[in-house]
């Protein structure tokens, strides 16, 4: 089992950063690779960022490619997001999730099929 808490969300203005986190529990975080989703109102659940379990790899969505950052801390059990240049399309609630049925995975998933835990979400408010 895997819970997740996100943290790190809030109101900003465009062109401002924030850093999101999410703390995992387990001794099992190091294995799972993890991604970031977002869901606004009105609109389906999109990927934004996913990492592998060692943090070699990578994978963004073309609207966030070259403004966010996707890392993680396997010592700490905890991801982040480090989201910068941030627009007002930006805003929703944004989820962390493990792919725990894929331990030692070396490719990034972009479908919310392939997670399998997910975290509470933290709201992130972009103001033009």
């Known amino acids: 089992q895997v819970q997740l808490v996100e943290s790190g969300g809030g109101l900003v203005q465009a062109g401002a950063s924030l850093r999101l986190s999410c703390e995992a529990s387990?001794?099992?975080?190091?294995?799972?690779?993890m991604g970031w989703f977002r869901q606004s109102p009105g609109k389906e659940r999109e990927f934004v960022a996913g990492?592998?379990?060692?943090?070699?790899?990578?994978r963004y969505a073309d609207s966030v490619k070259g403004r966010f950052t996707i890392s993680r801390d396997n010592a700490k059990n905890t991801l982040y997001l480090q989201m910068n240049s941030l627009k007002p399309e930006d805003t929703a609630v944004y989820y962390c999730t493990a792919a725990a049925n894929y331990p030692y995975s070396n490719a990034v998933a972009g479908r919310g099929s392939a997670y399998d835990y997910w975290g509470q979400g933290t709201q992130v408010t972009v103001s033009s």
């Open positions: 990492i592998t379990w060692s943090g070699a790899y990578t």
């Open positions: 387990g001794r099992t975080f190091s294995r799972y690779g």
